[in-house]
């Protein structure tokens, strides 16, 4: 059986600028790829084995985020962290606004929910 490597979510942005701003500036994603040049609308971020897909469509297509369909689909991701504790107090001291602080939550899980720059709600946290 062939091993899978990892899983990248593919958003749908309103402004790709703004939002690559928001994953490197915030996050400290790296930009992998961005395209096609002279017209980007595409682009990959990366930080670590984690990758974040967005793409720009056009004007009436908008983000459409879990949250805003249905209330108990809370996130549009979840990202495996070694160490919630150590990655909230990063993301603080980069001015990052978060949805919800740092929390054990009712899932048995330990960590935070991020909102995105279209209000994709990530969580970053482990098993308790």
């Known amino acids: 059986m062939s091993k899978l490597n990892f899983i990248s979510p593919f958003f749908i942005v ?22 096609p040049e002279g017209d980007e609308y595409y682009a ?10 967005l793409k720009a469509i056009a004007p009436d297509i908008k983000p459409i985020p879990n ?5 108990w689909a809370a ?11 150590v990655l909230f107090e990063e993301f603080t001291s980069n001015g990052v606004v978060f949805r919800k602080s ?12 991020i909102t995105d720059a ?3 709600v990530l969580f970053f946290g482990r098993p308790k």
């Open 67 to 71: 949250h805003t369909r249905h209330e």
């Open 14 to 35: 309103s402004n790709l600028k703004d939002s690559v701003a928001f994953y490197v500036d915030k996050l400290g994603f790296d930009v992998l790829f961005i395209g």
């Open 118 to 120: 279209d209000g994709y």
């Open 102 to 113: 740092i929390h054990d939550n009712s899932d048995g899980l330990r960590g935070f929910e």
């Open 75 to 85: 996130w549009d991701a979840f990202v495996s962290v070694e160490e919630p504790d």
């Open 44 to 53: 990959m971020l990366g930080r670590d084995a984690v990758s974040i897909m």
